[in-house]
T-cell receptor, first 118, second 111 residues
Framework: GAVVSQHPSRVICKSGTSVKIECRSL??????MFWYRQFPKQSLMLMAT?????????EQGVEKDKFLINHASLTLSTLTVTSAHPEDSSFYICSASTTAALGEEKLFFGSGTQLSVL | GENVEQHPSTLSVQEGDSAVIKCTYS??????FPWYKQELGKGPQLIIDIRSNVGEKKDQRIAVTLNKTAKHFSLHITETQPEDSAVYFCAASGGSYIPTFGRGTSLIVHP
């Protein structure tokens, strides 16, 4: 399957600082990338959908000024958690959509980033 | 919107037994049903998927079945091994291709 690389895998930061998480599609061009948040023992919660070169579409209840998403190229999307607070501590996962053979899309996930805000 | 129900939430089996996880969905327009395996501290990994023009798909010890009339699909793992222990998520998506995920099943395979 396609490879999606996500960095860093773990980050600890002080309250009030900003943290940037990178998501790269290594062997394909991603038409669309998604950012998810996951709490312990829970399912994936979609935060936003981003298409290369356009503004991200945020899900209801997700603050776009707090979670800045940039999708500057077909292989890179970044999520910046601005002015992080302890309640932002969570596991963040990106995913990228690819059009495989016969035009069928599949979704591949990065390895996730565990954010801990002190 | 789409609603995906997944059962059971926890499944405990002995090594070598089979495991079955079931999902139902609500939107008849959904036509793509992937299954993901997530190990602790890692991102979900696509293990198998099925589209609405197929009723069953198999890949070694893993198989997925789809019943569009009843709007349910299932994951079957045969000859389970300890390394199969993980959380499994089903998902359903339609034309927008934004998948809706089930709540997950924690599979525990005892040696």
């Amino acid at each position: 399957g396609a490879v999606v690389s996500q960095h860093p895998s773990r980050v600890i930061c002080k309250s009030g600082t900003s943290v940037k998480i990178e998501c790269r599609s290594l062997d394909f061009q991603a038409t669309t990338m998604f950012w998810y948040r996951q709490f312990p023992k829970q399912s994936l919660m979609l935060m936003a959908t981003s298409n290369e070169g356009s503004k991200a579409t945020y899900e209801q209840g997700v603050e776009k000024d707090k979670f800045l998403i940039n999708h500057a190229s077909l292989t890179l999307s970044t999520l910046t958690v601005t002015s992080a607070h302890p309640e932002d501590s969570s596991f963040y996962i990106c995913s990228a959509s690819t059009t495989a053979a016969l035009g069928e899309e599949k979704l591949f996930f990065g390895s996730g980033t565990q954010l801990s805000v002190l | 919107g789409e609603n995906v129900e997944q059962h059971p939430s926890t499944l405990s089996v002995q090594e070598g037994d089979s495991a079955v996880i079931k999902c139902t969905y609500s939107d008849s327009a959904s036509n793509y049903f992937p299954w993901y395996k997530q190990e602790l501290g890692k991102g979900p990994q696509l293990i198998i998927d099925i589209r609405s023009n197929v009723g069953e798909k198999k890949d070694q010890r893993i198989a997925v079945t789809l019943n569009k009339t009843a709007k349910h699909f299932s994951l079957h793992i045969t000859e389970t091994q300890p390394e199969d222990s993980a959380v499994y998520f089903c998902a359903a998506s339609g034309g927008s291709y934004i998948p809706t995920f089930g709540r997950g099943t924690s599979l525990i395979v005892h040696p």
